[in-house]
């Protein structure tokens, strides 16, 4: 025992020096994330908008999640959010039927009863066909998807589904044999009619041109990895043919629900992340001279956001050349151009009026007033 004692000490004190240089790194290592990073309390706690307004943001996180196609977190989410809320006997139940409009997903989703089903099932479906287009080169889900839902995408003016078809039809023509782009665009081409004329008479104007596309006048119909001389036809298309498909589908699908295609959670905290150091140094600076932020509902600095950031939210009226208020709205009249509510009123005097810009004539109770 004696003999054991010896190294069994020395090991020992061995390892606590060992550990002692560890955790002197970790001091120094935490001092220096204290100094770099120092403690501020967030500055506008106190007038926080969104601490009153729970139900919205909840709503706002489920909405994330269930468009970023996370069903299961945001069930789980959902689940808790509504178990946390007092049960409110009022609330009403939806039946579950499978939603066509945008109505029926909000229904779903108003802030006292969080549910998903018919939101859910609509993104799972989008997920579904973007996945078969990303992975599998599959654009017949897509197609069918944008021909069922062909009237509302050209009330819209989209091109989706011509689009779509055009490169199913590039496809054919590239990795399969003329034969198969013909018989697409015999059964295809017909229904776009006169509107896509011009496209549909040059796709099969190449198809003369067969082996010798690149350097025929119709080269520029196909992108330069989709040209037959320069792709081994393993690969349908080139990946960035498709994701540009993919986000015009993603766009057009979010558009029909009257959804932006970009989830507005992650647009507002990226937006909120690229603004927060100048809002810090706004309200550093304004308690070092005590002063406050007087100009209701406008920064007294500027900040610097990415174009995609930016969404017009500032209206100037053309005619008064005042910017636009809660009280003075802007208004659009029927024939589409956009003036502030006092400059219509001013101009109507009551009665009906001729447009400043154009010759259509309105009436104050046809301006409908437009949210920005
Ligand atoms: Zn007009």
Known sequence: MAKLQNPVKTSFEKVNDDLKEIHSGLNKYSKALEKKFKDRPLPFADNDALTTQTPLVDRAIAMHLLREGHFDVASTFINEVNSKQPSSSTSPTHPSVKPTTAASWEADFAPTALKSTALQQQFSSMYHILHEMRNNSNLSPAITWAQQNSSALSARGSNLEFDLCRLQYISLFTSSSTLAAIAY???????????????????????????????????????PNDSPTSTPTSAQFNPTTLSTAAAAFTSEFCALLSLSSASPLLTAITAGYLAFPTLLKLSLIQERHHTSWTTAQELPVEVPLPPSYQFHSVFVCPVSKEQSTDANPPVVMPCGHVIARESCERISKGGRFKCPYCPGESHLRDAKVVYL
């Open 185 to 223: 665009a015999r059964q295809t081409f017909p229904r776009f009619g006169a509107r896509y004329a011009a496209q549909t008479n040059s796709l099969l104007g190449a198809l003369a041109f067969t082996p010798n596309i690149a350097t025929s006048p119709y080269s520029s119909l196909f992108t």
